[in-house]
């Protein structure tokens, strides 16, 4: 009796060892898996089309048509193993949540390999057959939108099944009645794990079959895997692990996954500090995705305590980008202490990733946190001032600009032709001439901090400029007003 115990304990350590050091192996050699011609999180159709031929060319590999979506681009099924236990994993039904099929292309590289891994390989693909569908909704992804060309949100339409990307994957769902479930997605940046200043980089759930949230023997599974990720994760992402909230959902696909008797877990991947192309948490997610294969092939996931799920701290939704705290502020000879967040809207612009730095909210926001978080006690902040130039703003000359700077100026207003090179400029360009800066909810971030009457910091469409050290964090800054 004694023996047997020993021997359960011993079996445990070693296979919840053997994962760990899988994720190990596979984060230090990750480069020799990552699909290089994916190097930024705008993947379009076109671009895992070839991919998805030379993979074809693979006899590892099954891989057919599942779909098309209404604009006439292909859904792909990819299939590979030999082993009784299914595994199905589709991702990006929303366009704009493209880490997971980044991970997948990974995950095609790693299992079709031939390295010293060969034995993990092995076990897999005698053990599960895995099957892939990367990219669900590809008209969406064209435009790097939520929703699928008819504006419907595809995981809202896993009960009424009326578009084709829903009908593909219900389909497929149905045919393979597999074992284990993953639903891929991309959840906001701003998504932290716990009331804590740590972004949710990743966040788990097993998603419910009822109102009551009860847990049967295909969700406890589902919490089981999770429990051994969430351990194994600690490692490389510590604290940046969260849980999506589990209200049940009857129109979303996971929810009716798991009611139908397949063990589903969904996966949201966040956000992670100066990581804008998610090209790192990419790299989390071929770690997370294998190593999950690697428990469903050896069954570890089974002896994981189970509890370590009720641990995992909740999605809070309280990050910003930037957070600049206790600072005074004058208006109408009234005196204030502020805090200010504000958040970068991104967008592309011809290939090139641009941002637009709003301020989101105003007042005591001690209850939240910033990526970029600076406490500025005893510093005045005053909307930025300006700068009505007669010449272009392209031929003035640098250290002009930081003299501007250095008086608070965060814009400059120009009546006269400019190229479109505008964004590179160190200051904002304004084409309005009434247009004029504001401490308030909607504007850009544009503004100045003083300490004794002097300029210390300036704040130019959100990026933070060091007067005295000239130290310029300065991404892009903003274009206002049309001409
Ligand atoms: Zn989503």
């Excluded at 919840?16 to 993947?43: D, H, P, V, W």
């Amino acid at each position: 009796m004694k023996k047997s115990i020993f021997f359960i304990l011993f079996s445990v350590g070693l296979t919840m060892a053997q994962t760990s050091n899988f994720a190990g192996q596979l984060y230090n050699g990750y480069e020799n898996y990552k699909e290089s011609t994916i190097t930024t999180k705008r993947i379009r159709h076109s671009i895992i089309v070839p991919l998805i031929n030379r993979h074809k060319e693979n006899p590892l590999f099954e891989i057919s048509t599942a779909g098309v979506s209404p604009q006439g681009r292909e859904i792909y099924l990819i299939s590979a193993g030999t082993g009784k236990t299914r595994i199905f994993m589709w991702s990006q039904m929303h366009g704009d949540e493209p880490t997971a099929t980044m991970a997948i292309f990974d995950m095609l590289n790693f299992l079709s390999a031939n390295d010293h891994l060969n034995n993990y390989r092995q076990k897999i693909l005698e053990n599960v057959t895995i099957y892939f569908m990367p990219m669900v909704n590809p008209d969406g992804a064209e435009l790097f939108k939520r929703r699928n060309s008819f504006d419907i949100d595809i995981n809202r339409d896993a009960s009424r099944n009326t578009t084709p990307e829903a009908r593909t994957l219900n389909d497929i769902f149905l045919y393979l009645k597999a074992d284990f479930g993953f639903n891929l997605h991309d959840q906001s940046i701003y998504t932290a794990a716990g009331r804590t200043h740590r972004s949710a980089a990743i966040s788990f759930l097993a998603p419910a079959i009822n109102y009551e949230k009860n847990v049967d023997s295909v969700r406890l599974n589902a919490m089981h895997l999770i429990s051994e990720l969430y351990s194994m994760l600690q490692e490389y992402i510590p604290g940046h692990i969260g849980r999506y909230d589990d209200g049940y959902e009857p129109r979303a696909f996971g929810d009716n996954f798991q009611k139908m008797g397949t063990s589903t877990i969904l996966v949201e991947t966040g956000g992670w500090r100066n990581d804008p192309e998610k090209q790192f948490l990419r790299k989390i997610n071929f770690i997370l995705l294998s190593s999950a294969i690697l428990s469903i092939a050896d069954q570890s996931y089974k002896k994981t305590d189970v509890n370590i799920y009720e641990q995992i701290p909740y999605n809070e939704d309280v990050l910003k980008d930037l957070l600049l705290r206790n600072m005074t502020y004058r208006k109408d000879s009234i005196e204030v202490k502020i805090d200010i967040s504000a958040d970068r809207v991104e967008k592309s612009m011809d290939g090139k990733i641009l941002y637009n730095s709003v301020i989101d909210d105003a007042g005591d926001l001690s209850t939240l946190y910033g990526y970029e978080d600076h406490d500025f006690t005893g510093y005045e902040i005053h909307p930025g001032k300006i700068y009505a130039s007669k010449k272009s703003p392209s031929v003035l000359k640098n250290d002009f600009i930081d003299s501007l700077l250095a008086q608070g100026y965060t814009d400059i207003f120009y009546e006269g032709k400019m190229k479109s090179a505008e964004y590179e400029f160190p200051l904002n360009i304004t084409r309005d001439k009434n247009y004029r800066n504001n401490i308030s909810i909607g504007s850009n971030a544009s503004f100045y901090l003083t300490k004794d009457d002097k300029v210390q910091l300036v704040f130019v469409n959100g990026f933070m400029y060091d007067v005295e050290n000239k130290i310029s964090l300065l991404k892009n800054s903003a274009v206002k007003g049309s001409k």
